[in-house]
C-alpha cells in the first residue's frame, strides 16, 4: 500500500484508468439516454484519457521543474493533455477535475489521505465552477459525492480515503436515476457518472494493490415519463456569449449579476490563479445588461449575441429566394475536398461533420471541415489551419460545442478570436454559412449567421438501439425514432411514413425549405418519397436534397 500519492503513482493511475476505460466503454456507451445508436460517453472518455496519457509519455522526466512538485508536475502534464484531447461534455468535465486535482496538490510536498480529500473537494469545485445551475444526477453530482465521502474520512491514511471517495462516488452513481427523469425513463445511470467511477476504482487500486471488485449498478424501476421537458426550458429572448479576462473576484461578482439576470448561464476559466481568460454564456431579455456586467469585471471581448425568435438575420434573402447549394457557391460538388477555403479578410470558418456528403456541402461553402467528435487539440489545429485571425466555428453537436468553447479560450492565447455559433445539426450549419458576408464588420456576422442558425429547426431519423420509454412513449430495438432539437417526437416501424409523419409536423409550424440530408445506411427511395409528400402536400415550399452519408440517421432534416 502507499502511504503518499507521488509522481509514478500518478503515471500508474493515469494507464490503469485508460486500460480500466478501455475495457468498459461498450458499457458506458450504451449507458445513453435515448435509445439512439450513437452513444460516445465511454469513446470520449477514453480517448480524452489516452491524449492526458500521451502528455505524460511525452514528459519522461517529472522531476520538480522549479514551480511545482514532481508529482505536481506529472498532475499538470495530465489535466494540459486531458484538456487538449477532450472529447464531449464528458471530456471537458474531466478535464476541469483533473486541472482541479493538479492545482490543489502541485504545491503540497507528500500526497496523504488529508490532501487528497482537499484536492478532491476543488476538482469538484473546479469542474461545477462552469455551470451556473448544475442539474443533479450527472458527473458532477457523482464527484461531488466522492469529495463528500472522503473529507469524513480526511483523518485516515490515504488508502482509506481512496477506497472512502470510491465506495460514496459508487453509492451516487446508482442514486442518479433517482436524480435526473432522463435517466429513470431510459433505465440506466449517468455515463459521465460511472466513467469517474471506475477512474477511482483504479485510483484504489494503484494506491492499495488490490483491485476492487465492483458491478455496475442499475436503477431500481423505470419510471414512467415526466410532465416537464427535461431540457432546461427558457424564456428568454437572447443568448449571450463573450470571452472576458478578468480575475476570479471580478468574474464572482458578475456570475451573480449574470445570475439574476437570466438562466442557462455558464461560465468557464483558464484555471490562472490571478488573472485569466473566462468563456461566458448566458440567456437573458436585457443584452445591454448582460455586457454591460462583463464590462465592470473586466475586459469582454469575441461577444456573441443569438436572438431565439424564429426570424432571420437582417439583410439576408427568404429562404426561399436563396436557391439551391449549386447556386450559392459551390457547395453540391461532392468531390470537393474538406480543406480551408480562402479567408475573406482575415476570416475563417471550422465546421464539425460526420458523412462524406455533408463534409463536401460545407467544405464548398469555404469552411474547413474537421470529423465528427474531435478533440480540443484537433479542433484548434483545425482553427490554425484557416490562417485567420477571426474564426467562427460552427459544432453542429452539443457534445462538441463544449469542446469549442475550450477551443476558443486556447486560441485566443496564440492571437486569434474565435466565435462559437451553437449549432446542433449540419442543417443549422448551412443555413448560417449561407448568410456570410464578408462586408459585414466579424461581430455582426457572427450574429447574423447565429440567427440564421436558429431559425432553422433540425429534426433527425433513425432507429432505436434498444427498448426503451421515451417522452413520446415505449419504443424497442429496431423501431423508427423522428427526434425534433434531440428530443423524441414520433415513434413508428416504417422509416418512410415515419419520415413524412415529421416533415409534416415541422412544417404545420410554418416554413419556406426544407433541407434533407440522407444517410449513408437510408434505403433507396426515401428521399425521393419525402420529397414527394413535401410537394403534393406542401406546395409552396422549397425542398433540397443531398447526400449526406451520415452514419446512425438515415435521414437529417431541416425548416427554415
Known sequence: MLDTLDAAAVRRWCASGLDTLKRHQREIDDLNVYPVPDGDTGTNLVLTLTSAQQALAMDLDTGADGTSTAHGHALRLLARGALLGARGNSGVILSQILRGLADALGPVPEVGGRELAVALRAASDAAYAAVARPEEGTLLTVASAAADAAERAADGELPTVTRAAASGAATALARTPEQ???????????????GFCLLLDALVEVVTGARPVTCTPTPRQVRPPAAARETTSTGYAYEVQFLLDADAEAVRRMRDELDALGDSLVVVGDGSPTGGTWQVHVHVDDIGAAIEAGVVAGRPYQIS???FADQRAPGAAPAADRGPAADRGPAADSNRATGPGPASAGRGAVVVATGPGIAALLAGEGAVVVPGNPSTGELLDAVRATGAVRVVVLPNDPNAQAVANQVAVEAYRSGVKVSVVPTRSPVQALAALAVRDPGRRFEDDVIAMAEAAGACRHAEVCRAGRDALTVAGPCRAGDVLALVEGEVHLIGTDLV??????VDRMLGGGGELV??????????????????????????????????????????????
Open 515 to 560: 433541407t434533407l440530408l440522407v444517410g449513408a445506411d437510408a434505403p433507396d427511395g426515401l428521399a425521393e418519397a419525402v420529397r414527394t409528400h413535401i410537394v403534393g402536400r406542401w406546395p409552396f415550399v422549397e425542398v433540397h436534397t443531398y447526400p449526406g452519408g451520415q452514419p446512425h440517421y438515415p435521414l437529417l432534416v431541416g425548416v427554415e
Open 180 to 194: 435526473l427523469p432522463a435517466l429513470a425513463r431510459a433505465g440506466v445511470v449517468d455515463a459521465g457518472g460511472r
Open 305 to 307: 449575441v443569438t436572438r
Open 497 to 502: 411514413e415515419t419520415s413524412v409523419a415529421l
